[in-house]
């Protein structure tokens, strides 16, 4: 279904300016952006997305990974088609790789139809997920503020590159940013994610934190042999996350595994995700966590950093509270930075 687009502007060029994410396409009649869901008709801009769901299914909310905002509760996940990065690495490309021509994948839900779904499935809240979110702000707009409505949380699983009115925008019925934090590096952003400027992510990250600190932040760091795994690189986004979002963020290290057009690099050695865990520790981060590797002892266990006791233990994405209070640690009351 096509939708108006809420954020964009004529540029003196005579062509409309979609400012929804930071490519801010310059769009002629009858062009489209970069994502292939936003084109231009008679001098506006349209999304072609507005209610098409390409993936829907109820999750634990350690899925999204979110370790820190109600535990162990359920979460909606709605995914669209289409993508503003192109990486080469995503596991979820049969979707974002997709067009907002390619309406054959989806079926139609309506934001109110989304919110009936959460609610008969019990479900506490509505991640928009699987792609990314940030093409999509209508329907996910208008989804939120209907959840909002009805006391559903609301949670964007984001490569962090929409722009800051895409997020002042979405960010009074938003409750989690769950944030990729791909790489430090200018190189890792181009060749595999064609984006020039990736300080943007970081930007916008700390945007967010700043104007918004009632939403609850979580990064996410995928792990890629011979790309970003350097100590180098991952000490760097430690120290940012330390630096300019706080030592009780969480930070996950995932594991990657082979897909899209990056079938020839091999999966994340078990001792690089250790590894990363130590650095992220070194540099002040409390909560630290290995994903996608159950290998791993304790990956996934979140542990007081006063008393060093296991206060949360998960795993395969079943959670269980030992000992926790009002997002406390329940043997010496440290604060976990858990929204219970």
Same mark, same amino acid.
């Given at each position: ?45 349209? #999304?072609?997305?507005?209610? #098409? ?24 996940? *709605? ?5 503003? *990065? ?9 979707? #974002? ?13 309506? @934001?109110?139809?989304? =919110? ?16 990314? @979110? ?7 707009? $208008? ?24 997020? $002042? ?10 944030? !990729? ?16 400027? *990736? ?10 934190? $700043?104007?918004? @600190? ?44 082979? !897909? ?5 690099? @091999? ?43 296991? =206060?949360?233990?998960?795993? *395969? ?17 440290? $604060?976990?930075?858990?929204? =219970?």
């Amino acid at each position: 279904m096509d939708k108006e687009t809420l954020l964009f502007k004529k540029h003196k060029s005579g062509a409309l300016q979609c400012l929804t994410c930071q490519r801010t396409c310059l769009l002629n009649d009858g062009q489209w952006g970069y994502c292939k869901t936003r084109i231009n008709k008679n001098g506006k801009i349209y #999304s072609t997305i507005y209610g #098409s769901i390409s993936s829907v299914f109820p999750d634990p909310i350690e899925k999204k990974p979110v370790f820190h905002f109600k535990p162990n509760s359920r979460i909606m996940s *709605f995914g669209t088609l289409g993508c503003n *990065f192109r990486c080469k690495f995503c596991q979820n490309w049969d979707i #974002s790789y997709a067009t907002g021509q390619d309406l054959r994948k989806a079926q139609e839900i309506m @934001p109110d139809k989304a =919110v009936e779904m959460t609610k008969k499935l019990k479900c506490e809240g509505i991640a928009w997920t699987y792609n990314e @979110p940030s093409i999509w702000l209508e329907y996910t707009l $208008d989804t939120a503020k209907l959840a909002k409505k009805e006391n559903i949380y609301t949670c964007y699983v984001t490569n962090g590159f929409a722009t800051k009115e895409h997020i $002042d925008a979405i960010a009074p019925y938003l409750d989690i940013y769950r944030v !990729d934090l791909k790489s430090f590096d200018k190189k890792f952003y181009k060749e595999l994610i064609n984006v020039v400027k *990736f300080e943007g992510v970081y930007e916008n990250t700390k945007y967010v934190k $700043d104007k918004y @600190p009632e939403i609850h932040i979580e990064c996410v760091t995928n792990v890629i042999p011979s790309w970003n795994d350097s100590e180098e690189n991952l000490k760097k986004i430690a120290e940012w996350i330390v630096k300019n979002l706080g030592k009780k963020t969480p930070w996950h290290v995932s594991r990657f595994h082979p !897909d899209a057009q990056l079938l020839d690099v @091999p999966e994340t050695p078990l001792e690089t995700l250790s590894k990363a865990k130590e650095i992220g520790q070194e540099a002040g981060l409390e909560f630290v966590y290995i994903g996608n590797a159950p290998a791993i002892k304790d990956g996934e266990n979140t542990y007081c950093p006063n008393c060093k006791k296991l =206060v949360i233990e998960r795993s *395969f994405y079943s959670t269980k509270i030992i000992s926790m209070k009002e997002g406390k640690c329940g043997f010496c009351g440290e $604060d976990l930075n858990i929204r =219970v």
